[in-house]
């Protein structure tokens, strides 16, 4: 059960989604903390009328834009159980002196797991193989089309923690692994410049943030470069790629195949053609979400928020603008 103090001394934290249950457990025994809900747009309205907020947590859902910090002027945290910050306007609360925490790294294992899920399920054309035996057509394998890694490139964009996972797993795999990225980094794979890895690449896995520079990188014009063999993975952010131009790219066999965990628009429209093509394989959004990842995200993000809101020593690892003016 959720606790609300009255003490002048306490601090109203704002949670707009929920969290796993060891970090509600932490919220919950912090006597100094009263801990709101704002769920939905009704009750989020009456916790800032009614309460002075001095942190807000979210996950990927809830978005903390420049109207809603106009509207609390003792905001000090705005935390994000997770990795990505795009549903933070960082800038504006680095602006207002407000601190951006989020979970670095915390995820790099999970979904560098789930990335190389996918480009197996979707070269082995695993997902077809297991509805053929459920719909009882055994006799269909003689139809059955997939391929192996081994021996294949792999084209990396985004040299990141995760990127980095991901290129390791592949190579013990027996890929041959290329990268572009915004530098060069310290890995024993050949850095390419992103035009070279569209066209030599037999997968391409996206591991880069959705910003300005990044919205819709993978383009009509890039997809003119693939392989008409080749696979596209991405478990970053939907936004990355024109899904439009993906569409077009896989009705017209300009790629053989896309998987992903992300999309431009979450959830999806029930009748998005993406997700009626049989070279299409979508998850959730939910490759952060296994026990172990989901429970280390929201733990971190909620450990470093009481320990700024208490004015003790934080993971400054954890704390995305660090110029950001000292909580006082």
Not at 90 to 101: C, F, M, N, P
């Amino acid at each position: 059960m959720l606790h609300y103090i009255t003490s002048q001394m306490s601090k109203n934290i704002l949670l707009l989604e929920t969290v796993a249950d060891d970090a509600m457990h932490m919220l919950e025994k912090a006597t100094d903390m009263n801990i709101l809900t704002g769920y939905e747009e009704t009750s989020l309205q009456s916790q800032i009328q009614n309460y002075k907020i001095d942190a807000i947590i979210t996950r990927g859902k809830g978005q903390v834009r420049e109207a809603l910090i106009e509207q609390l002027p003792d905001l000090k945290v705005i935390a994000r159980c997770g990795v990505g910050l795009d549903n933070i306007d960082v800038k504006y609360a680095t602006e207002k002196g407000i601190k951006v925490v989020n979970a670095p790294n915390s995820n790099a294992d999970t979904i560098a797991e789930h990335t190389i899920t996918l480009l197996l399920m979707l070269q082995r054309n695993v997902y077809n193989a297991v509805a053929m035996v459920k719909e009882n057509r055994w006799a269909d394998r003689g139809t059955y089309i997939g391929d192996e890694t081994h021996g294949k490139t792999l084209g990396v964009i985004g040299m990141g923690n995760i990127g980095k996972k991901v290129a390791k797993i592949a190579a013990v795999l027996g890929m041959n692994v290329v990268y572009w990225s915004s530098k060069k980094e310290d890995v024993p794979y050949n850095f390419v410049d992103l035009d070279t890895l569209l066209k030599t690449s037999d997968s391409i896995s996206l591991h880069i943030p959705l910003t300005t520079k990044t919205a819709h990188l993978i383009d009509a014009s890039a997809f003119s470069k693939m392989k008409p063999t080749a696979l596209l993975i991405n478990t970053a952010r939907g936004g990355i790629i024109d899904q439009n131009e993906l569409l077009i790219a896989l009705q017209n066999n300009k790629i053989a195949g896309f998987a992903a965990d992300v999309l431009a628009q979450e959830p999806p429209v029930k009748d998005d053609p993406l997700l009626q093509l049989d070279n299409a394989l979508i998850t959730a959004h939910l490759g952060s979400l296994t026990k172990t990842t989901y429970t280390k995200m929201c733990t971190m993000t909620v450990t470093n928020t009481l320990a700024i809101l208490r004015n003790e020593t934080a993971d400054t690892n954890c704390i995305f603008n660090k110029t950001a003016l000292a909580i006082v």
